[in-house]
């Protein structure tokens, strides 16, 4: 007799969290727990231990621009379904509710902004935003972020959170890592500068693409920077992975990156470059 | 599968497509008609086609990069070493003479046998492969060799090692340099085209595809283990990321399919490899008559249109 199979794809979308995860406003170092406007006070690093929380790209850029400096751009493009993508959900419906828990319309915001009075143009992605995930609509807006700051002859300073490249875009996302790879190609070849600051995490295809090229590479402490994921090396070699396990701090080491830098310390690390790469050092 | 009538339509639509200058009336007639014909054909590439790729593509017979090598270049010189570290054996490199002309030639390389696969970490490369493949990148533009570049990786490895050594900065610069060329790039996916590792060799200034190879951002098991929550489920996440050439010249990604032997490369390697050289002859004749410096700014143009997006 054959019994008919039951199938339990199906994806729980008000399941309870597992009771192990802790509430994003707890300090998953040292458990000290405080509430939004404490968090947003002290740039959302933990007072007592100092761990970096993830910072969205609304509260990055009020961080490190310049108050009222900052004017966005290409907020009109937006992500479309060329693969009518659908795992357990539409692909567009993932994106409408990244829209509404992020009020973003795609993973990444671009414009330009000043920093300590210093013009820079900014592109600043949002982990938030289905993973920070690159997908067509993140490579047109870096890519564009690259021809602004040639344009108005600015340094660009990127700020990456990501995932890797989006899978629902399939290989139109693989083809944003040669996409934004040419767009800073040519901002070089300007004259233009790229500063690259990864912050946890900063993974696959993005870390494979533009955010190694910066001309200066920092991390903030603590940031995952590895191509593959933790689990992924895991699963594959089923080597012990060191506890620092692709790190800012053992990369720093390797010698991938120019520093880690705290977030207090940012924006006046930030600016110091800025007055490096200007033509009259102000 | 795809016919011959099939393949010809696709490649025409495709060139029409990056044909900027010709954007008439008349040709963009004739876009819609191909377009039209395209969408008819489409419905026909069914799932079960996608999935005979992607196993025809990882195929245990399936020629590699060396079996070409040996069928299509002569004076066949491997370099070896990345001049850093070590010399990475999933990825080959060298200079030979390809039609009459010096070329260089990169491609990862994967194993026939355990002791080779392994040897060759199955085609899954370090940082210092992709090092030695840019030493050899940089020697071909210095020299003014054309460049080809086969590309058959499950993707870049991803180890402790390979993440010490700087596996993301390495797949980065290797596109980034290849952005930089001046000199005539084909590069064709002849087996896995999988994610970064992969794109890290195919920023041609054509990038061909053998008709059963596949071209994706992630394997189909490892979609499937992320959005399906099930590895066993990577049938299903193939047909929903459509990995075959056929979708991947649809979507702009690829310029044109190089036709394999009835039942696929393995069951005529000669046959395989003479088609694949005269596609790539046919493109690098192409490409040489194009100034250095304006195959640079249109390789890039060609990667920078790359994208869907309202």
Redesign the interface.
């Known amino acids: 007799m054959s019994s008919p199979r039951i199938d339990v794809?199906i994806e729980h979308r008000d399941a309870p969290e597992p009771p192990d995860k802790k509430h994003p406003n707890t300090c998953p170092r040292c458990d000290s727990h405080y509430r939004d406007d404490e968090l947003d006070a002290v740039l959302w690093v933990c007072p007592h231990c100092g761990h970096h929380f993830p910072m969205n790209a609304r509260a990055r850029i009020a961080s490190l621009a310049d108050d009222g400096s900052f004017v966005e751009e290409a907020t009109?493009?937006?992500?479309?379904d060329?693969?009518d993508?659908?795992?357990?959900r539409p692909y567009l419906e993932r994106l409408q509710e990244a829209e509404m828990k992020t009020g973003l319309g795609e993973a990444m915001v671009i414009g330009h902004a000043r920093i300590e009075t210093l013009p820079c143009q900014l592109a600043v992605m949002d982990f938030q935003f289905m993973g920070g995930s690159m997908?067509?609509?993140v490579?047109?807006k870096f890519?564009r972020a690259c021809d602004a700051a040639a344009e108005r002859g600015t340094p660009l300073l990127s700020v990456s959170a990501s995932g890797g490249?989006?899978?629902?875009?399939?290989?139109?996302?693989?083809?944003?890592?040669?996409?934004t790879?040419?767009?800073?190609?040519?901002l070089k070849d300007a004259g233009g500068a790229l500063i690259s600051v990864l912050t946890h995490p900063t993974?696959?295809?993005v870390?494979?693409?533009?955010?190694?090229?910066g001309d200066v590479i920092v991390a903030e402490p603590g940031a995952l920077?590895?191509?593959?994921g933790p689990r992924?090396?895991q699963q594959?070699?089923r080597?012990k992975?060191?506890d620092d396990?692709?790190l800012a701090e053992?990369n720093y080491r390797?010698?991938?990156l120019d520093a880690t830098v705290a977030r207090p310390e940012l924006r006046a690390f930030v600016a110091r470059l800025l007055r490096l790469f200007s033509p009259n050092g102000d | 599968m795809a016919t011959d009538h099939e393949l010809r339509l696709r490649e025409r639509l495709a060139r029409l497509r990056n044909v900027n200058l010709l954007g008439g009336a008349r040709v963009a007639g004739e876009l819609e008609k191909l377009q039209h014909q395209l969408e008819r054909i489409a419905e026909e590439t069914t799932d079960e086609d996608i999935w005979r790729s992607v196993e025809l593509a990882r195929h245990q017979d399936r020629p590699y990069t060396l079996d070409y090598v040996e069928r299509l270049l002569e004076d066949w010189v491997e370099l070896h070493g990345d001049r850093a570290r070590a010399d990475d054996h999933a990825i080959v490199a060298g200079l030979g003479r390809f039609q009459g002309r010096t070329v260089a030639l990169v491609g990862q390389q994967k194993g026939r046998d355990i002791k080779d696969r392994v040897d060759r970490n199955f085609g899954s490369a370090h940082p210092e492969g992709y090092r030695k493949a840019m030493r050899v990148m940089d020697l071909a533009m210095r020299h003014g060799f054309p460049l080809i570049t086969l590309v058959d990786t499950p993707g870049?490895y991803?180890?402790?090692a390979?993440?010490?050594?700087?596996?993301?900065?390495a797949?980065?610069?290797s596109?980034?340099l290849?952005?930089?060329l001046e000199i005539p790039v084909v590069s064709c996916i002849i087996g896995e085209g999988g994610?970064?590792g992969?794109?890290?060799l195919?920023?041609g200034d054509r990038v061909l595809m053998q008709e059963n190879a596949i071209?994706?951002?992630?394997s189909p098991e490892?979609?499937a283990a992320?959005?399906?929550r099930?590895a066993g489920?990577a049938r299903?996440?193939a047909a929903?990321?459509?990995?075959d050439a056929l979708?991947?010249l649809e979507?702009g990604?690829i310029d044109g399919i190089v036709p394999e032997p009835e039942g696929g490369a393995h069951t005529d390697v000669d046959d395989a490899a003479r088609l694949l050289g005269e596609t790539v002859e046919e493109h690098l004749e192409e490409l040489e008559s194009v100034p250095a410096d304006e195959l640079k700014r249109r390789?890039?143009a060609r990667?920078?249109a790359?994208?869907?997006?309202?």
């Open positions: 794809s009109e493009v937006r992500s479309e060329p693969l993508f659908f795992d357990l997908g067509s609509a490579g047109e890519s490249a989006r899978m629902q875009e399939g290989i139109l996302a693989l083809m944003q890592l040669p996409k790879v040419a767009a800073v190609e040519d993974t696959g295809g870390l494979a693409s533009f955010a190694s090229l920077m590895s191509f593959a992924v090396v594959t070699t080597e992975l060191p396990f692709g053992p390797f010698g991938h | 870049a991803p180890g402790v390979a993440e010490q050594h700087g596996q993301g900065g797949i980065a610069r596109h980034a290849m952005a930089r994610s970064g992969a794109s890290a195919a920023l071209y994706s951002v992630i490892g979609c992320i959005l399906w099930d489920e299903k996440a929903a990321f459509k990995p979708h991947c979507l990604v390789r890039r990667f920078r790359l994208g869907v997006y309202a």
